[in-house]
């Protein structure tokens, strides 16, 4: 009988494990309803950070293929370099591939800064699909090293009004 329950009990931790890993592990976005304009993900620095105090992604439906970006990092410190990687991606549904595709990407260093930000529309989208906003935040700082972060919004639909 205690036998039986070890197993049983070990085979439950493993199988936690697992799950666990893979929902961590997992870089989907969940599409949204039409009407929802904006989406927004937020990291908080009590996720284990020494510099980054908050890293967001969101995206915003402006209507006629425009479509609101932004990424920033607001920091603990001031630090000596920051980097944000932001791409929006097009969710693909054509075809044998089904997934995100990078249809812009916006790169900005930054120096001897508390606060990273890219915040734009960028324009001429066809309407009719779901795109998200991923962003990779990058920093170094002489006195925690080099930290990264990587942060993406929910599928939003493009539409006109």
Not at 111 to 126: F, H, K, Q, R, T
Request: with cysteine.
């Amino acid at each position: 009988m205690k036998r039986n329950l070890f197993k049983v009990v070990s085979l439950c931790i493993i199988l936690s494990g697992l799950l666990c890993m893979s929902g961590y592990a997992a870089d989907e976005s969940v599409l949204l309803p039409e009407n929802v304009k904006v989406s927004k993900m937020i990291i908080t620095g009590a996720q284990r950070s020494s510099t980054i105090a908050v890293a967001f992604s969101d995206i915003t439906n402006e209507g006629y293929g425009n479509i609101g970006v932004r990424g920033e990092t607001d920091l603990y410190i001031t630090v000596p370099w920051a980097k944000l990687t932001l791409r929006l991606q097009r969710r693909e549904t054509e075809g044998a591939t089904t997934g995100w595709i990078t249809e812009e990407t916006i790169i900005e260093e930054f120096e001897n800064v508390s606060i990273a930000s890219i915040d734009e529309v960028l324009s001429g989208y066809p309407v009719g699909y779901y795109y998200r906003v991923k962003t990779y935040h990058e920093v170094k700082s002489d006195e925690n090293g080099h930290e990264k972060k990587t942060t993406y919004t929910n599928g939003v639909m493009i539409t006109n009004p």
